[in-house]
């Protein structure tokens, strides 16, 4: 099992910038691919962007030039900064950690909202 904290998140204006932050712990040898999910009100779940152990990374179009994921192995977080926010980027966001593109594990959300 591997257990997913996420902090960060809040209240910010329109054009702001806010930064999330994902520590695991566990079987963190399972997994290798960490990113972040979120979820709108009245909206599925979506992909916000990946990063696997080599540093690969995958976005959305939608937070593509915005949004930026990073990770530091050594101490199993990942980080996800956010620029430019915009109001349909309110949501609640969800780290997640599994292997290539399947995720198994997933924290308990942390709600961002973006006020206009």
């Known amino acids: 099992q591997v257990q997913l904290v996420e902090s960060g998140g809040g209240l910010v204006q329109a054009g702001g910038s806010l930064g999330l932050s994902c520590a695991a712990s566990?079987?963190?040898?399972?997994?290798?691919?960490m990113g972040w999910y979120r979820q709108a009100p009245g909206k599925q779940r979506e992909l916000v962007a990946t990063?696997?152990?080599?540093?690969?990374?995958n976005y959305a179009d939608s937070v593509k030039g915005r949004f930026t994921i990073s990770r530091n192995n050594a101490k199993n977080t990942v980080f996800l900064q956010m620029y430019s926010l915009k109001p349909e980027d309110t949501a609640v966001y969800y780290c997640?950690?599994?292997?290539?593109?399947?995720?198994?594990?997933w924290g308990k959300g942390t709600l961002v909202t973006v006020s206009s």
């Open positions: 997640a950690a599994g292997l290539g593109e399947s995720m198994f594990y």
């Open positions: 990063i696997t152990s080599g540093a690969m990374t």
């Open positions: 566990g079987s963190i040898f399972t997994i290798n691919t």
